[in-house]
Nanobody
Framework: QVQLVESGGGLVQPGGSLRLSCAAS????????MGWHRQAPGKQRELVATITSGGSTNYADSVKGRFTISRDNAKNTVYLQMNSLKPEDTAVYYC???????????????WGKGTLVTVSS
C-alpha cells in the first residue's frame, strides 16, 4: 500500500511565498514521474507542474517563473516552491506520482488528499 501526504498549505498574502511538500510512503520500489495539480472552487483540476525521475520539469504557463518543482528521491518527496503568489492561485493543491510498488512489475498512479492554499489580504 502506498500513500501520498501533502503538507505546507495555509493562508498567505498576495506576493508571499509557500513551500508545499508531498511525501510518498509504503511498499515502494521506485517512483517515476511526480507532480502537482490544483483545483480552485468551481473549477476543474488543472496541472501545475511535473518532474521526472531524472529531474526534467514542466510547468503550466500560469505559474512559470513563480513556482519551482523539485524532488528528493532519497526521501520519496516532491516539493513545490511558490513565490509571488496571487489570489488566483487559491486552490486545493494535490500531488500525484507514478509509483512502482514492491513485488509489482508496473507503475501505479496515486494521488494525495490535497492541501489548501489561500492567497488573500
Amino acid at each position: 500500500q502506498v500513500q501520498l501526504v501533502e503538507s505546507g498549505g495555509g493562508l498567505v498574502q498576495p506576493g508571499g511565498s509557500l513551500r508545499l511538500s508531498c511525501a510518498a510512503s509504503g511498499r515502494i520500489f521506485s517512483i517515476n514521474g511526480m507532480g502537482w495539480h490544483r483545483q480552485a472552487p468551481g473549477k476543474q483540476r488543472e496541472l501545475v507542474a511535473t518532474i521526472t525521475s531524472g529531474g526534467s520539469t514542466n510547468y503550466a504557463d500560469s505559474v512559470k517563473g513563480r513556482f519551482t518543482i523539485s524532488r528528493d528521491n532519497a526521501k520519496n518527496t516532491v516539493y513545490l516552491q511558490m513565490n509571488s503568489l496571487k489570489p488566483e492561485d487559491t486552490a486545493v493543491y494535490y500531488c500525484d506520482a507514478e509509483v512502482v510498488p514492491i513485488a509489482r512489475p508496473y507503475g501505479m498512479h496515486y494521488w494525495g488528499k490535497g492541501t489548501l492554499v489561500t492567497v488573500s489580504s
